[in-house]
């Protein structure tokens, strides 16, 4: 899955899911370039995932992806769960509102880069759960293969029953 929203023309994918084949998912449509959603049905509970993307130091986009994931996470009801100093308080503010943890491993770089100082690495790509899918994890981690891009590809597994594919009804 990629953004809903679109732009005219060509220009790069920075969000996107890859959900399994055999697993019942449904796209959330979200106003955004840079976020990606979806609602994967399991047999006994619903799950809401997002990619997101903000542009490094750009406060206003950090403030509209949180609006965006909160008007998301609020319009699905009851089945959802809901080192730059002082950057991360919103992000850390929104988590704390709808209980959602970390689970990429702390010190985990997601993103390189170059500048005038040299090489730069850092944890900037989150991956966020809420709290009744913790149990459930399996693997969160950088995804073992390279796809040219200065972003690392995360990998995350969770152990959740998946509905019986053969008995659909």
């Not at 509209?64 to 850390?92: F, P, Y």
Request: proline share 2%; with cysteine.
């Amino acid at each position: 899955m990629v953004p809903s929203a679109w732009r005219e023309g060509r220009w790069a994918i920075r969000s996107m899911l890859w959900i399994n084949k055999d697993v019942e998912a449904e796209q959330v449509l979200i106003e955004s370039l840079d976020l990606t959603a979806a609602v994967i049905r399991l047999p006994e509970r619903l799950i809401f995932m997002a990619s997101v993307y903000v542009e490094h130091g750009d406060a206003q986009a950090l403030r509209d992806t949180c609006n965006h994931l909160r008007k998301a996470i609020t319009k699905g009801g009851d089945d959802v769960s809901l080192d730059r100093q002082g950057e991360a308080d919103l992000i850390i503010n929104f988590m704390n509102e709808f209980t959602l943890t970390s689970l990429l491993k702390r010190g985990t770089k997601t993103w390189q880069g170059r500048g005038q100082g040299g090489d730069y690495k850092s944890t900037i790509d989150l991956i966020l759960a809420s709290e009744n899918l913790i149990d459930s994890i399996v693997k969160c981690a950088i995804h073992g293969t390279e796809h040219s891009s200065d972003h690392r590809a995360i990998e995350t597994v969770f152990d959740v029953p998946r509905p019986d594919m053969n008995h659909r009804e």
